[in-house]
């Protein structure tokens, strides 16, 4: 049975996740990212798990190609129908370790390290699951997401600093006896007096997500270092994967 999986994504979240100061919301990111997807999709539907408020969804629409999504959060969903193409995006509300439309798809995918958002082992492989549940014969699931940093900590620290503002600070914290991390927010209005608040993860290395697909029934196709399709190695601090379902 599927982890009942706090949403951390409220009202207060979804009203203000689209940042345009952001740079994942910049065409600089969306631009190759959406392009990829909709070369993946072949004009087949797609499915993006965790669709939050259509970052993607919505211009992978604009494209033409016809776009479903699974998403745990109401708000978020919310706030994607009230945008210009949002509802052109159909929402199913759920949990993506379970929820299930009746539909298949050529493209079922999950973006910007939301795998990780998922805190349990079994968890996450029920998440390939559900993916390969929506696809067709030859369909692909593509997940981006980091590559855990834990060379890159010195001696058996636990914290790393992944962003220092006047107003924002944010502090990943490790825990590698569990592959549990936290990402601590630490954000003002004023410079001088500070809100925290902490969003769990679960990280996992590329191998085991290969280990996860193959459980799930698919088999690794590709792998880049980000979507511009740039070649994976050993300093690549994140990953594009795509497993496909055997035709």
């Known amino acids: 049975m599927a982890t009942m999986r706090e949403n951390h994504f409220d009202t207060e979240v979804a009203e203000r996740y689209d940042d345009p100061e952001d740079p994942m919301f910049s065409p600089e990111v969306l631009g190759p990212t959406v392009d990829l997807l909709a070369d993946l999709a072949r004009g087949r539907p797609a499915l993006e798990l965790a669709v939050g408020t259509g970052r ?3 211009p992978l629409a604009g494209r033409g190609v016809e ?3 699974i998403e745990l959060s109401e708000a978020m969903a919310a706030v994607l129908r ?3 193409g949002g509802a052109g995006v159909n929402v199913t509300i759920g949990d993506m370790t379970e ?3 009746e539909s298949r798809f050529g493209l079922v995918y999950l973006v910007y390290n939301t795998i990780g958002n998922v805190t349990t082992q079994d968890d996450q492989v029920r998440c390939f699951q559900t993916a390969a549940a929506h696809l067709e014969p030859g369909g692909c699931f593509v997940v981006e997401t980091g ?4 060379r890159r900590l010195p001696g058996e620290a636990r914290f790393a600093v992944f962003h220092h503002t006047d107003d924002h600070v944010g502090i990943d914290e490790y825990d590698t006896a569990t592959q549990l991390m936290w990402s601590h927010h630490y954000s003002s209005t004023d410079s001088a007096t500070y809100t925290r608040s902490s969003v769990p993860f679960r990280y996992a290395w590329p191998a085991e997500l290969d280990l996860m697909a193959r459980i799930a029934g698919l088999g690794l ?3 880049w270092a980000d979507w511009d399709r740039s070649p994976f190695t050993s ?3 994140k990953h594009v994967s795509v497993w496909v379902r055997p035709a």
């Open 56 to 58: 993607v969804a919505i």
């Open 67 to 69: 776009v479903h999504g």
């Open 82 to 84: 009230s945008k210009p």
């Open 99 to 101: 929820a299930r439309v």
């Open 147 to 150: 590559v855990p940093i834990l």
């Open 221 to 223: 196709s590709e792998r």
């Open 235 to 237: 300093a690549s601090t």
